[in-house]
């Protein structure tokens, strides 16, 4: 029944931007890193970026550095990635996933994910 439900992608133009929400359902984020992955066909699952459950520390792929920002919001019980200056090799599917209970830190956590991800698509 807990579940991540990841949303916000679509088709943009180089350059452009577009933010994806991964909301709680059924339990509090708060405790747990929460990570975005993307995957294209033909190519591995990648991380993209992590937040630890405080908030306070980040980690990104180098390929995003500068350009995509990852942030949280306990009220909204949601996870955002803002995503700035889009470039075609940003296109795949974008899945989040939470740590296990009682891994906070980034470095420490094993993600399990579970949605149906959402599309982003980068072209002219």
């Known amino acids: 029944q807990p579940q991540l439900v990841e949303s916000g992608g679509g088709l943009v133009q180089p350059g452009g931007s577009l933010r994806l929400s991964c909301t709680g359902s059924?339990?509090?984020?708060?405790?747990?890193?929460i990570a975005w992955f993307r995957r294209t066909p033909g190519k591995e699952r990648e991380e993209v970026t992590c937040?630890?459950?405080?908030?306070?520390?980040?980690r990104y792929v180098h390929s995003v550095k500068g350009r995509f920002t990852i942030s949280r919001d306990s009220v909204k019980n949601t996870v955002y990635l803002q995503m700035n200056s889009l470039e075609p090799e940003d296109t795949g599917v974008y899945s989040c996933g939470k740590s296990r209970y009682g891994q906070r830190l980034c470095e420490d956590a094993q993600f399990v994910t579970w949605g149906q991800g959402t599309s982003v698509t980068v072209a002219p």
């Open positions: 937040i630890n459950s405080y908030g306070n520390r980040t």
């Open positions: 059924l339990f509090i984020l708060d405790y747990y890193a």
